[in-house]
């Protein structure tokens, strides 16, 4: 089983449209969980960092659910610039591995006129 | 000023030859890593160094050889390059303690033929 697991899609909807992804994780030693971007043929961006409480910027919502390591991330309102591929990432505690992050495969959207 | 640099942004080579990236990180962080994202997009991490030391390395053949002459800068070297070395190498570089502040560069796009 890999550690983290995304549905690559790829989503396609329309502007306007409410999109959710899905992230599972293995690992329940992880300690941080972010949700990463990254648009073709570029270097992966930090989106937004994932908390228990859950959290919101902007148009853009994550929660994490550490009994049943699952992680979300919910985009309103789609916007054309939203089209990427969007990385589920964890991060163990501790040791050596500190500090290494673990990607899911990604889930790509595309979003349309 | 570019954060997190690597040269070259692309490189083309032969089976068997010997190639370096270099990768040069100006934001003050203590630690530098190299990942790795194939052809099926999955971003796995080689080798992190903190403060010049070897921290992380994970199942990489041993013709990678990362080396970092001080904590601003992490080279990697491979030998005898491999046509399934083909990929986007990822520098990046965050402070320890520090999950959410990595910065990855923008990539070395790396074609053996």
């Known amino acids: 089983r890999k550690e983290v697991e995304q549905d690559p899609g790829p989503f396609n909807v329309p502007e306007g449209a409410t999109v959710a992804f899905n992230c599972t994780y293995s690992?329940?030693?992880?300690?941080?969980f972010f949700w990463y971007r990254q648009d073709c043929r570029k270097e992966p961006k930090l989106l937004m960092s994932?908390?228990?409480s859950g959290n919101e910027d902007g148009r853009f919502t994550a929660q994490l659910n550490r009994a049943s390591q699952y992680i979300s991330l919910l985009i309103r309102d789609s916007k054309l610039s939203d089209s990427a591929t969007y990385l589920c990432v964890v991060v163990k505690g501790g040791g050596t591995s500190y500090g290494k992050l673990t990607f899911g495969q990604g889930t790509i959207l595309t979003v349309h006129p | 000023d570019t954060a997190v640099s690597q040269t070259p942004k692309y490189l083309v080579t032969q089976m068997g030859n010997d190639k370096s990236i270099k990768c040069e990180q100006n934001?003050?962080?203590?630690?530098m890593y190299w990942y790795k994202q194939d052809s099926k997009k999955f971003l796995k991490i080689m080798f992190s160094?903190?403060?010049?030391?070897?921290?992380i390395n994970e199942t990489v053949p041993n013709r990678f050889s990362p080396k970092s002459p001080d904590k601003a800068h992490l080279n990697l070297h491979i030998n005898s390059l491999e046509l399934g070395d083909s990929a986007v190498y990822f520098c990046?570089?965050?402070?320890?303690?520090?999950?959410?502040?990595?910065?990855f560069g923008s990539g070395t796009r790396l074609t053996v033929v």
């Open positions: 994932v908390y228990s």
């Open positions: 160094y903190n403060n010049k030391e070897l921290i």
């Open positions: 690992n329940s030693a992880s300690q941080s």
């Open positions: 934001l003050g962080h203590d630690t």
């Open positions: 990046a570089s965050s402070q320890t303690g520090i999950s959410y502040g990595y910065t």
